[in-house]
């Protein structure tokens, strides 16, 4: 059984990088069926996604936080990461790694969530 | 930034059907097949429906899934006090260099 589990800093200042790791078990993440993805949730709020990566290391991000967001990928630790540069208190949530799948007739067409970690909190605070 | 419309709640009584509605748009909904993940109290998303209407392996054949034309829904038959939870729709966008969005959340409780 395939699982994804987050790890990282629970506390980052403000204007700093957080940076998190997803560890996939159980499974490989150069399968070339699925991509790998982050998605977060501020306190009391709903779910925003924030990007999506291949094991070829090509990436989707949310056009929104495109400009502070790099994923990558590391086939040999069978892990992928986020970094999320110039955070703010907006950037306080619940960060999840999940196993992504996408297919169809075009790009997105079927592209769901279908693996998800546990979660972990960022705060950003001084 | 949730471009995909939910009533913010929902009930019912165990037993009854619930349905649950998801407006988008034609980048979205109108383009792509729409999935639905549960958020229990205090946990993670899981997946409840995915490719509009496909249930994954162990979600009870209660929650069923649908798409027309901009819109879709989630209906709950037999409504169970374990069903108490968040439900967010969700789709691919083609919109600028394409991103997925999420519905605005419905909470659904058991009366």
């Known amino acids: 059984q395939l699982q994804v589990q987050e790890s990282g800093p629970g506390l980052v200042k403000p204007s700093e990088t957080l940076s998190l790791t997803c560890t996939v078990s159980g499974g490989s993440i150069s399968s070339r069926s699925y991509y790998w993805g982050w998605i977060r949730q501020p306190p009391g709020k709903g779910l925003e996604w924030i990007g999506s990566?291949?094991?070829?290391?090509?990436?989707y991000y949310n056009p929104s936080l495109k400009s502070r967001v790099t994923l990558s990928v590391d086939t040999f630790k069978n892990q992928f990461s986020l970094k999320l540069s110039s955070v703010t208190a907006a950037d306080t949530a619940v960060y999840y790694c999940?196993?992504?799948?996408?297919?169809?007739?075009?790009?997105?067409?079927?592209?769901?969530?279908?693996?998800w970690g546990k979660g972990t909190t960022v705060t950003v605070s001084s | 930034q949730s471009v995909l419309t939910q009533p913010p709640s929902a009930s019912g009584t165990p037993g009854q059907r619930v349905t649950i509605s998801c407006s988008g748009s034609?980048?979205?909904?109108?383009?792509?097949?729409v999935n639905w993940y549960q958020q229990l109290p205090g946990t993670a998303p899981k997946l409840l429906i995915y490719r509009s209407n496909q249930r994954p392996s162990g979600v009870p054949d209660r929650f069923s899934g649908s798409k027309s034309g901009t819109s879709a829904s989630l209906a709950i038959s037999g409504l169970q006090s374990e069903d108490e939870a968040d439900y967010y729709c969700a789709a691919w966008d083609d919109s600028l260099n394409g991103l997925y969005v999420f519905g605005t959340g419905t909470k659904v409780t058991v009366l």
């Open positions: 999940a196993r992504l799948y996408n297919g169809g007739i075009k790009w997105g067409y079927y592209y769901f969530m279908d693996v």
């Open positions: 034609s980048s979205n909904i109108g383009s792509n097949t």
């Open positions: 990566i291949y094991y070829s290391g090509s990436t």
